[in-house]
């Protein structure tokens, strides 16, 4: 069975990486998440793809240079879906209190070896005191990101994020002993796929919200797919997702 994973909760349908695009995925019935997080000024976990604020909230500046109280309290709805009411970036705390994932993908962005260190620390915490270590796989394409969970959380799955060819993605999963691989659809090949398995490595493509392109990878035994739209990827792939 392929697992669906919601891209940022429900992107194509609400906007992206708020409490409101998560529940959305839930409500589909579809039990697992992909999101990115960001560390603010103050050190709290906010759940923000870029690290600019321009994109959704429409505000200048960087998340890093704000802190959790005031970014909890800008609008990220900008440049989404259309949505009636403000959709507040989450800190990562508040997902975890209201979101019953079965499973998480928690993305993390290039850091330096300090920053990469802080957010790793955050996550190992606040994932422990809601004993979550187990649901969850931190993701990146940042070495310093999966050198700092090797060094600093050896007991958080690992998984490489990989989004060009040029470099072996089995190999650098292999060098840090990586759980899972979070491949671009591009780069997605049968071969590719049977030797990831082959090194015991959980395949997740991205993103895919084409029911033809979903029912091919799943076709080659990927083992799920992280979607904008996980209501049609569950039409589309089948009801059980537990």
Known sequence: MTLIYGHRGARGEAPENTLASFQQCLEHGVQR????????????LMVIHDPSLKRTTGRRGKVVEHDAADLAGYDARHGGPGWKQPCPIPRLVELFEKCPFEHWQLEVK????????RTVLAIQALAREHGLLERITVTSSSREVLRALLR??????????????WLDPLKVARQYDCSLLALKWTLCTPER??????????????????????????????????????????????????
């Open 33 to 44: 998440c992909e999101l990115d997080l960001h560390l603010s000024r103050d050190g709290e």
């Open 110 to 117: 290039s850091a330096s070896r300090t920053r990469a260190a």
């Open 152 to 165: 600093l959380a050896p007991e958080i799955p690992r998984g490489l994020v990989a989004e060009y060819g």
């Open 193 to 242: 796929v049977a030797k990831a398995r082959q090194q015991g490595l959980h395949v997740s493509i991205w993103t895919v919200n084409d029911p033809a392109l979903m029912k091919r990878l799943a076709s080659l035994g990927v083992d799920s797919i992280i979607t904008d739209f996980p209501g049609l990827a569950l039409a589309t792939l089948g009801e059980s997702q537990g």
